[in-house]
């Protein structure tokens, strides 16, 4: 439909140019194509996330905020090379295949080695080191959609922890199926981490069909060879920063209400569900908050840097302000398909403004979950200091087809849903900017750890 | 659903090693499950094709046909080599890309051009040379999903002739919006036409989501330049062959009953639903005739080689076999989901057999429709020189998300829509391979042409 409209609106010769988005439109839709199409991919570290950086000061600026600003920290970089995967023996055949981030390289003409099959990673940590050594270990898993998206922190450990257990039992090299739940040879790539003393070895994702297709070669019963070829590029320190912007309060000593998303990306995708939607969704929201009148506390937007490799921008931000009193934090970091339950980390005394958020987000279909919330990536290390926080929570039914693939773009994203996210944002952000209770009095909690 | 099963079915060390499946098992899956896993993607005149042949000798042998054989011809030879595109200004990110069956080279190192993007193929069609010579063409269309695949035809244009028209007009090389209906960043890749007397410049497609960007970029009204590189090599000549096996007949002099599908495949994927579907339907709706009883006619079952770079194995089988006589040809080549509607061409003095295949395939939710049955693109020579044709349309409503690219795999086949299909078939054979009409009178026609 989307694609239509914009064909018939093109003239003979598309060159001839269009207008861009009208001012005075709702920013969401607006910032979420403009930073996917005018930046696209925005790696952490990499020129493009600076690019979008640039991108964010001007379109911030431009929409009223105070204190727009850039908080600046370095990272680690790494960058995908050449990748490709492919059955030598029985049946000759290339595989979908892409480096995970941190993964080693194998040499230039590629690495190719017998198999070691595992259908979990559980089998792989209880394999002996010589069914192991010198192999490409395959590790496969049995993930599912889940509305709340749980099944990413239980089998997303393959991932997280597979290669460092492949590396320590010898493997040459490890390729685990995507952690995802679509079926398409997207393979979905993502951090992995090789602790102190492990040294990293080729890590790579196959596309959910591609693992099929291994898992059904592997079971023929004959030896599987595979070749590997995969040349990131590791090492060095990049800058990286925060986008700062806010919505001043009326109430210094009410503390700080800070929200978010993270606008650097993986390389894949143009990064709009993960996370052009939440930078989009929290910047619309408090724009209208702005538009409405000053709320008692300010509201702090950032949009975080270097997220994808492991949070830094949340760390560099925590270090950075732990000292100023944060009254509540709140992250929109999962898509942006409707909000359907919210969870909170409120103070005792505070209980009357769970009841009234669960009142006014009732009309939206939102429902009160029995969770406490955690604040998601980047604002999570105030919750777990103790800062109080509210998660509005996206279904998460489909967020891992998408979840750090190529096919991670804009079309994607359902404007009537982006929506739902926006006005649900502004009716928490009206509660708790004004809220009479006092948000820094964060001993206990409301909600069940 | 499958995943899970074949999940739990496995050892922890999956190279323990599982059975083929059971040689009495109805073969449609099993031959549609092998040729995509024991031979992966098929292309025109290459190794693993000659390999595909031997494992249809071998398979066809087992099933108990008769006279199984392998008719040889030479193919013009064309292989993928090293693809990437990218948008070098005004916003640098990279774009989803794959050439197209026939494409000229870049340099190894990649051509860099300016944009010329025309919203459809009458519009680079009415475009002057000056508009063109030099640039890199864009050309986009308005695809949409159709039950019947009517679309293919009519936006397919932009593939079959566009790389020829932007070459008449001096283009540097073309990217069209693939020829597809899906969203996802996989292109679709297909044969193009240079005619004699045009040089080959280098023709690929963007994913859909890829022509959307660059859709919207151009939109912005600056300049956009693209960096394309594409290494195909092409020449020489090749070996492909057609895999014949059949079910004889009592009465040879009631004619030759020729059906199947095409055992070539594009690169990209394996080959499930183009066209892997097609010959396991056929294959095995003969091999139920088999086991029933010894029919009228000799029922020949024909996997074509070489179908996907201009339909040569049916060409080859038409040269060779012409002065034979075909009482019908009936061909399986859009995937398997459920066939919808029978179409006929069938003489006057068979008005009987139409009616009684509408009553036989009524049960299955098969509709009779208006038009006349063409018979596919290898057996399509049959129809147009006047030979009885049957088709069996399949919902063409998703083929057209997974035609040609990466994702054409077995996933993406409803086991229980693929033996809808065996079930129509083997009806219409029993019919056709029985009808006591004399069907080698084929001056008049049934169907409305």
């Known amino acids: ?15 001839a140019g269009a207008p861009m988005p009208p001012p ?27 690019r979008a950086r640039a991108w964010a000061v001007a379109r911030l600026t431009a ?82 959609p889940t509305q709340d998206g749980s099944g990413y922190g ?40 090789f602790p102190d003393g492990v040294a990293p070895i080729p890590a790579a994702a196959l596309a959910n069909p591609d693992a099929d ?4 070669i592997v079971a023929r019963g004959r030896p599987v060879r595979l070749r590997l070829v ?15 912007a806010e919505v001043p309060g009326t109430d210094p000593a009410a503390g700080i209400v800070a929200i978010g998303g993270h606008l650097d990306s993986w390389d894949l995708g143009t990064g709009a569900i993960d996370n052009a939607a939440g930078v989009a969704i929290t910047a619309a929201a408090a724009r209208r908050i702005l538009d409405e009148r000053r709320p008692r506390r300010t509201i702090r937007l950032i949009w975080f840097g270097a997220e994808e490799i492991g949070g830094l921008g949340g760390r560099a931000y925590f270090e950075r302000h732990r000292a100023e009193p944060h009254a509540l934090v709140a992250e929109s970091d999962f898509g942006a398909d409707r909000i359907w339950r919210f969870q909170t980390r409120l103070p005792a005394a505070a209980a009357g403004l769970a009841d009234r958020l669960e009142q006014a987000l009732a009309p939206f279909g ?46 994607k994203i359902d404007p009537a849903q982006l929506e739902q996210n926006v006005a649900a944002w502004t009716a928490m952000l009206r509660l ?12 206990s909690l409301t909600g069940t750890p």
Chains 1, 2 share one sequence.
């Open 154 to 193: 239980q089998y997303g450990a393959a991932r997280f922890r597979g290669p460092a257990i492949a590396a320590g039992k010898g493997a040459a090299a490890i390729i685990i199926r995507s952690i995802g739940t679509d079926r398409h040879r997207l393979p979905h790539t993502g951090q992995t981490v």
């Open 366 to 411: 939102i429902v009160r979950g029995r969770g406490t919330a955690n604040a998601g990536a980047d604002l999570g290390p105030w919750a777990r200091a103790g800062t109080n926080a509210i998660d509005l929570n996206q279904d998460g039914t489909r967020y891992f087809d998408l979840h750090h693939t190529a096919d991670d773009t804009i079309d």
């Open 63 to 144: 929409l009223g905020f105070s204190n727009v600003r850039v908080e600046p920290f370095d990272v680690p970089y790494w960058a995908r090379g050449t990748e490709s995967a492919a059955v030598t023996a029985p049946f000759p055949q290339p595989l979908a295949v892409t480096a995970l981030g941190n993964s080693g390289a194998t040499p230039p003409s590629g690495l190719e080695a017998p198999v070691a099959a595992f259908a979990s990673l559980a089998a792989l940590d209880a394999a002996p080191a010589e069914a192991v050594a010198g192999r490409i270990v395959y590790v496969g898993h049995a993930m599912a």
């Open 432 to 443: 708790v900017g004004d809220a009479p209770e006092d948000l820094l009095n964060q001993n």
């Open 24 to 50: 005075g439109a709702d920013p969401a839709w607006s910032i979420l194509e403009g930073l996917t199409t005018e930046i696209g991919p925005r790696p952490a570290g990499s020129d493009a996330e600076a």
């Open 230 to 244: 995969l040349t990131p590029l590791a090492g060095g320190q990049r800058p990286s920063g925060n986008v700062i």
């Open 213 to 216: 297709q291994l898992e059904r």
């Open 1 to 15: 439909m989307r694609r239509l409209r914009l064909l018939f609106a093109l003239p003979l010769l598309l060159a």
